[in-house]
């Protein structure tokens, strides 16, 4: 309790003094005084971060190459919306015919071994095979059921193109952004042939500064301001990564472009009042508000600055609070005391 | 001698009328051909050296440039004074050498020194010496208006079409041009593109230096031929700078567009004009010393108007200020106070002379002496001002003075020889009088010798004073032994010529009055005695000042706003000013306000300080009868403006108070230290002080502290992981605030500077001190820090000016003096800062302005004055082998100086340097009239031998001579005295005191001459 009132008191004397220099309407004579009303803001602009269109590992869709292909020919661009089971590709070259049989053959393999095992199967149960020899036929299933597995979903987003046995068509596994590099080279098995970025994983990723990293709410690029949705717990240097909520659909930035985004940080008792406002006594920034029949300096913080506003914090709420917006420095100047001739 | 020239005169008068006609015609043309000004040159010989130093504060310009080139300029010879202002950004050091130094030896001086220091200064100091100009060279002045041009299309067209154009007219040293925009194409990088890429700010900057570029390759030979190579990289456009390829890896190609915004912006802004409370841009046409005003002002309008065809659609060269204008009008008074002084001069000789010839005779000498008078000017290189053409209608009265002697001495020789040779007699006659009328002459011309001495400014306006006036009086005389003679000869006719019934009948009242004071003098003697005191009592109720203000007809209003103003704020602040001024006071036709600095930085204001020039409309449409009321009117409106200082001048007077003291204002106290804080409160106190000064108006101190600045200390141990110097930070941070430029385009004649910026109204725009901290920033290897990682940004205190006088540091405190003068006023300042102002030790305190060189004037002349008194001694005594007799024709002297202090205090003026002029003038005139009456008895010692007898008649006789020159004299400054126009404040003191000292000295030589001979005589004899 003594606590709460000591420190209801040391607020109390922090406005007073915040409020100490005032000047009476009456002694600026012809000076024009035009009032704004501060609007109570919860959010700041700070200094622009650099962000990235992008998305966040693991949300893409990636098709991996099943062998090595000599010849690729995309039939969509990077970047271009594709919907599920478009062509987005042509592997070209005699391996494709390989592949085909390849699967052919795992298809038959994986049947037979299928066959195999399901026939030992009861022969294990009663113990009619060996243990040694049940493990090979399993190894031998599960080994050609996988391979032919992931053949078979390869294949699953092969169509048929144009008859050529050196060409497969392939076809984009779902509704979504691709992506590829177009100048690699030769491609082998495992390597990916595109991305499938779904649209809602498409969002901004920043940087930003580490003193104001966990106040930042949204980033603002352009017309688009995205909600923060995720900030990393660690920094890397001075930053920590970022990443905002997904891009609306007005939103028409680029996957992989580069943009400029103002960070719009997050604070409490601020307002945003024109920049006319704003003066400096000794080291404190100030804005002349009305009491009564006389203005009085409020020492406000410059928080950020918006086209032709700043937003300020200050003790006082100035919501509402007639403010004045000009002769802001021959006021000044009286309480200088300039002017006294 | 001068027989042999009054015989040779006589026998070869047609020679002699040739060479008259020869003069005449030198003195017509001289007069045409002659440079016309409102003043003589009144500037010292001075160099002034301007430096800018981006991004300095005051302190550390000073103590990096400012000291570091003072001291090296403290070792040149011949200088007088070295002072210096240094603000933020730029430092203005101003070097004073004594009279007569060469303009061109000295300005070579001052280069070489600092050429030898150049390398010791900071890395980005621009500047050097200034043009070759006065304080009183910027005598044109205009804004350029087109509603359909913004601001920077028209700072462009000044820039590059008007400015060189002006610069080409004989005169012109400079073009000074202010407000606008001036045009740059704008980079402004974008930190997370250079960083996505891998560039940093120094390869940016590099790249475009690099490319931007034509070079010679050499010459290849082919066959016969030889063919010059040259690389060709010169940027042309905008389009051109923003497709420039900053950076090729693989097939990805950064273009500066990709990396930076590219467009049109404009220099950091360090002042602003406004004309009446809208934004507009001037120039202000700056003439070379010593050139003629009316001719670099006649040579600027002929290329204006040559220039306006070829200006856009509807543009206005709107002219405000224009010296021809003041020089027209200051002429036109002080030439009708000529002519009019020449014909009250030629009528009162008639008057006197009761023959139209005879007068005619005798003012053949002003015309002839006038013209003489312009040839001799020319040869001495003097213009035509209100000074030298004022010291020539102070003469006008005197100069008939020979000529009357000669004349009426002809006259009555001729009535009472009439069986003689008339030439003979003419020569007689002339011969007769050669003596005294030369030691007369002589005597004038020593009186005015005292003015020669006059150093500073006063001896810059007297000077031509004295120098007009000796050449008249010596020309007068010269014609009075030559042209007089043969004019007599020719025109005057057969017949006696009598004395005018009015003269007679003056005499016979004179010879009456005269014998009753002889006889009871005690009256006369009491009367004079009572005045003689009463005028030493006047004189200490006048008034005393340096000089007269001249009405220049505009009105220039100074105004000092807050400190830390930003322009913006300033100029909107100076646009309310305006309004109300043009809503309210209606003999204003328009405003030009300069607020901050000019582009060449001879007048480095601060972004609070303006200028507000007025121009007015024609007097007769005013509601009030004086400029002082109008001014009033002005005040009670700027009253209405609190938290603003504000204080009234002229355009020359400004100038010229700031070439005296570095300031402006009638007075200004120099309070010297170390510490600037100290300094300023003390100055402070003494402005405080001086407040309460009756008298005191527009007291205004300097502000050259509270200084404001945003320090940003690098944290070196993370800065350098980066390979971010201080330096490195700062031309970053120069990119980000005020720009840098990096090169420029060239299209055609105009140079458009290529700088690094950041767009004021874009989101990267840095507008707060939390912007600048969390500025993220594009470090030399291409990674990315905010600032405040790199730095501590933290405020600062420091001076805002620093100025400095022969290298020690001083505060002023600058005040008009009004209702009273300016020599009281610092008497009683001096004595009230004595009593309430405790100095700490190593803090002193100076007068200076006008009060400076109001004291130095009296200084001189107090030393002088008694050499020239002794000079007329001498020549009395050999004139009249007799110490008494001189000393009673000097005992002529109170009474005339008697006459001169009673009229100042009866019309209110102030004993000024031109009064002071006048006085010294009444030395000779007095002096004269007392030799004129003397030597009469003296002459006539053996004729007449009773001598009561001897002082009546000789006085009588004298009477008509004695009034010709005193009231050719008195009457022929009347037009000066009552002159009303610009230019005649500075002579009417003058007119005024000789008027009333002739009128008193009249009198004394009329009545107390002949008693103190009497009694004088009486007593030698017995």
Redesign the interface.
């Known amino acids: 309790m003594k606590k709460m009132v000591l420190g209801l008191l040391m607020s109390l004397s922090a406005v007073e003094l915040a409020t100490a220099q005032t000047v009476a309407v009456s ?6 005084l035009d009032f704004e009303r501060p609007v109570a803001v919860a959010v700041y ?8 269109v992008t998305f966040r590992n693991g949300e893409a869709f990636i098709v991996p190459s099943p062998g090595r292909v000599q010849q690729i020919e995309y039939l969509v661009e990077p970047g271009a919306a594709v919907t599920k089971g478009q062509p987005f590709a042509v592997l070209r070259g005699p391996e494709m015919h390989h592949f085909e049989m390849s699967f052919e053959s795992n298809r038959a393999l994986a049947a037979s071994a299928e066959q195999r095992f399901r026939s030992n199967k009861p022969l294990y149960e009663r113990k009619a095979i060996s243990e040694s020899q049940w493990r090979e036929i399993s190894e031998n299933y599960y080994t050609s059921q996988l391979e032919y597995e992931h053949m078979r979903h390869f294949f699953e987003l092969v169509v048929d193109g144009d008859n050529d046995p050196s060409a497969l068509t392939l076809t984009a596994p779902l509704a979504s952004i691709i992506d590829y590099e177009a ?1 690699s080279g030769e491609v082998e098995e495992g390597d990916s042939i595109a991305l499938f970025i779904p649209r809602k994983a498409i969002r901004l990723e920043t ?1 930003l ?1 580490s ?2 990293g966990a106040d930042v709410t949204a980033l603002q690029a352009g017309d688009c301001v995205l909600d923060i949705e995720r900030v990393s717990a660690m920094t890397d ?3 920590i990564q970022a990443w905002t909520q997904p891009l609306p659909q007005d939103c028409s930035l680029m996957l992989g472009q ?3 985004a ?1 960070p719009l940080v997050r604070t409490s008792s601020a307002y945003r009042v024109p ?2 406002a704003v ?2 006594i000794e ?1 404190e920034s100030h804005v002349w508000v009305r009491r009564g029949d006389s203005l009085a300096a409020v020492a406000v ?5 918006e ?1 032709d506003a ?1 937003v300020v914090r200050s003790e006082v709420p100035l919501a509402g609070v007639d403010t004045l917006i ?11 005391g ?4 | 001698m001068l027989a042999t020239l009054i015989r040779f005169s006589l026998t070869q008068r047609v020679f002699i009328g040739i060479l008259v006609l020869a003069a005449m015609a030198l003195g017509v043309r001289a007069w045409l051909a002659l440079p016309v000004d409102a003043f003589p040159d009144i500037a010292p010989t001075q160099v002034k050296i301007i430096l800018k130093a981006p991004g300095m504060t005051a302190e550390e310009v000073e103590q990096q440039v400012t000291q570091v080139i003072e001291t090296e300029l403290l070792g040149i010879p011949d200088q007088q004074m070295l002072r210096s202002t240094t603000k933020y950004a730029i430092t203005d050091i101003t070097l004073d050498f004594r009279d007569g130094t060469d303009i061109y030896w000295a300005r070579q001086q001052v280069n070489e020194r600092l050429a030898s220091v150049r390398d010791s200064l900071p890395e980005g100091i621009s500047g050097g010496v200034a043009p070759m100009s006065t304080p009183l060279s910027e005598m044109f002045m205009f804004t350029v208006e087109n509603p359909k041009m913004s601001l920077m299309e028209r700072r462009h067209l000044l820039d590059w079409e008007i400015r060189p154009a002006l610069r080409t007219v004989p005169g012109v040293a400079d073009v000074n041009v202010l407000g606008g925009y001036a045009r740059t194409f704008q980079v402004s990088p974008k930190p997370a593109m250079l960083a996505q890429a891998g560039i940093s700010m120094e390869t940016l900057e590099q790249v475009i230096r690099e490319s931007n570029l034509n070079l010679g390759a050499g010459r290849l030979e082919q066959g016969n031929d030889t063919l010059v190579v040259r690389t060709e990289g010169r940027i042309e456009s905008l389009q051109e700078l923003a497709n420039l390829v900053v950076k090729a890896e693989g097939l990805q190609i950064y273009r500066l567009a990709d990396v930076a915004e590219v467009n049109i912006g404009h220099l950091a802004r360090y002042g602003a004009v406004t004309r009446n409370g809208g934004e507009t841009t001037e120039a202000l046409i700056i003439a070379l010393k010593n050139s003629n005003t009316g001719e670099v002002v006649a040579g600027v309008k002929r290329k204006l108007a040559e220039l306006q065809p070829s200006l856009p659609p509807g543009t206005e060269i709107n002219v405000f200020y224009d010296r021809a204008t003041l020089i027209d009008t200051a002429i036109e008074t002080i030439s009708n106070a000529l002519f009019e002084a020449i014909a009250i001069v030629v009528l009162l000789l008639a008057l006197f002379l009761g023959n139209l010839r005879a007068a005619i005779v005798v003012s053949l000498s002003l015309p002839l002496s006038a013209l003489a008078t312009f040839y001799l000017m020319s040869i001495a290189g003097l213009s035509a001002n209100l000074m030298s053409l004022g010291g020539l209608v102070i003469a006008i009265g005197m100069l008939v003075d020979s000529s009357v002697v000669v004349v009426e001495n002809v006259v009555t020789t001729l009535e009472a020889r009439k069986g003689l040779p008339r030439l003979h007699l003419i020569y007689r006659a002339c011969k007769d009088v050669a003596l005294p009328v030369v030691s007369g002459t002589a005597i004038v011309l020593i009186v005015f010798s005292p003015l020669l001495t006059l150093t500073g400014l006063e001896g810059k306006l007297f000077t031509p004073v004295a120098v007009t006036i000796v050449f008249a009086m010596s020309v007068s005389l010269l014609l009075s032994m030559t042209v007089v003679p043969i004019a007599s000869s020719l025109l005057l006719g057969e017949k006696p010529i009598a004395v005018p019934k009015w003269v007679h009948a003056l005499q016979r009242a004179y010879r009456g009055s005269l014998e009753a004071v002889i006889v009871k003098p005690l009256a006369v003697l009491a009367i004079f005695a009572v005045l003689l005191v009463a005028s030493g009592v006047m004189f200490t109720f006048t008034g005393k000042t340096f000089m007269p203000v001249l009405d220049e007809g505009d009105i220039i209003v100074q105004l000092e706003k807050s400190p830390s103003i930003s322009l913006p704020a300033s100029v909107a602040l100076d646009s309310q000013i305006q309004r109300a001024l043009l809503e309210r006071v209606p003999e204003i036709r328009q405003i030009v306000a300069r607020t901050g600095s000019d582009e060449i930085g001879l007048d480095p204001m601060g972004l609070n300080e303006t200028d507000i020039f007025m121009e007015l409309e024609p007097a007769s449409q005013w509601r009030f009868a004086t400029k002082e009321a109008l001014i009033e009117a002005i005040r009670e409106v700027l009253k209405e403006y609190p938290g603003i200082n504000s204080g009234f001048t002229q355009p020359i007077q400004m100038r010229v108070s700031e070439m005296l003291t570095g300031s402006s204002g009638d007075l200004s106290i120099k309070v010297f230290g170390s510490d600037i804080a100290q300094l300023a409160m003390l100055a402070d106190r003494v402005a405080a002080i001086t407040r309460d000064v009756a008298g005191s108006v527009d007291v205004q101190t300097s502000s050259i502290d509270g200084g404001k600045f945003l320090s940003v200390d690098v944290h070196a141990e993370v800065a350098q992981r980066f390979g971010m110097s201080t330096l490195a930070l700062a031309r970053y941070l120069r990119t980000q605030l005020e720009g840098l430029q990096v090169s420029e385009i060239i299209e055609g004649k105009k140079r458009t500077p290529i700088v690094f910026a950041t767009d004021s109204s874009g989101p990267a725009a840095l507008a707060s001190v939390n912007d600048l901290r969390q500025k993220v920033m594009v470090m030399p290897d291409g990674r990315q820090a905010p600032l405040y990682e790199l730095a501590d940004v933290d405020y600062r205190e420091g001076p805002l000016i620093v100025e400095r006088e022969r290298g020690n540091r001083f505060a002023v405190v600058t005040s008009n003096v009004a209702g009273r003068d300016i020599v009281g006023f610092v008497e009683e300042l001096a004595a009230t800062l004595s009593e309430q102002l405790v100095l700490p030790s190593g803090y002193r305190l100076e007068f200076g302005g006008e009060f400076e060189s109001q004291q130095r004037a009296t200084r001189n002349l107090l030393l002088v004055i008694p050499a020239a008194l002794l000079l007329i001694t001498i020549i009395l005594f050999s004139t009249f082998g007799s110490m008494p007799k001189a000393a009673l024709i000097l005992g002529n002297i109170p009474f005339a100086i008697m006459g001169g202090l009673i009229a100042l205090f009866v019309t209110g003026e102030y004993l000024s340097v031109p009064a002071s002029v006048g006085l010294i003038a009444l030395l000779g005139v007095a002096v004269l009239n007392g030799v004129v009456m003397v030597s009469y008895f003296e002459q006539t010692r053996l004729s007449v031998a009773e001598l009561h007898q001897r002082i009546v008649q000789g006085s009588v006789r004298r009477l008509r001579p004695v009034l010709m020159t005193a009231s050719t004299a008195m009457f022929g400054l009347m037009p000066l005295a009552f002159a009303t126009g610009p230019g005649a404040e500075i002579q009417k003191p003058l007119a005024i005191v000789v008027i009333g000292g002739l009128l008193t000295s009249t009198v004394t030589t009329l009545y107390l001459l002949p008693l103190f001979y009497y009694y004088m005589e009486r007593r030698h004899h017995g």
Do not use: H, M, N, W
Request: net charge neutral.
């Open positions: 002694a600026l004579g012809s000076l024009e602009p700070g200094q622009p971060v650099a962000a990235r100048d940087a500064p003193a104001i240097g001075f930053f580069p943009v400029l103002l920049k006319s003066f400096q080291r913080t410059v928080l950020g600055a086209r700043y000009s002769s802001v420095s021959a006021v000044q100047g009286v309480l200088l300039l002017g006294d001739e």
